[in-house]
Nanobody, 128 residues
Framework: QVQLTESGGDSVQPGGSLALSCATSGNSPRLYCLAWFRQTPGKEREWIATALYPGGSDTFADSVKGRFSLIQDTAQKTLRLQLNDLKPEASAMYYC?????????????????????WGQGTQVTVSS
């Protein structure tokens, strides 16, 4: 199935920005869900955004609305996560994940849980 590779993590100062990439490869489905999660050691994994890929709608967690955004680059088979106005609490390992969409009333939708496929993660550190 689809293979996921995250990149772009770095160390930045508070208020800075980063662009993370989730590159897909392999035999991907025609239509599926891609999501971003983050996790700090000792805490549960936190969902932050989902995209119906390619060409579908994006959804964000309340904690990042207005500061994070998604860019679907179908030519590069990549989902980018733009992180703006970063705060120290955003420090985490960021993961890309994939799953089949949930079908509701004949329309595909991307849930916020039950993602079986994961990349290896990319580290974001925000400190002054």
């Amino acid at each position: 199935q689809v293979q996921l590779t995250e990149s772009g993590g770095d160390s930045v100062q508070p208020g800075g920005s980063l662009a993370l990439s989730c590159a897909t490869s392999g035999n991907s489905p025609r239509l599926y869900c891609l999501a971003w999660f983050r996790q700090t050691p000792g805490k549960e994994r936190e969902w932050i955004a989902t995209a119906l890929y390619p060409g579908g709608s994006d959804t964000f967690a309340d904690s990042v609305k207005g500061r994070f955004s998604l860019i679907q680059d179908t030519a590069q088979k990549t989902l980018r996560l733009q992180l703006n106005d970063l705060k120290p609490e955003a420090s985490a390992m960021y993961y890309c994940a994939a799953r089949s969409p949930s079908w509701q009333n004949g329309r595909p939708q991307c849930p916020q849980s039950d993602y079986p496929g994961w990349g290896q993660g990319t580290q974001v550190t925000v400190s002054s």
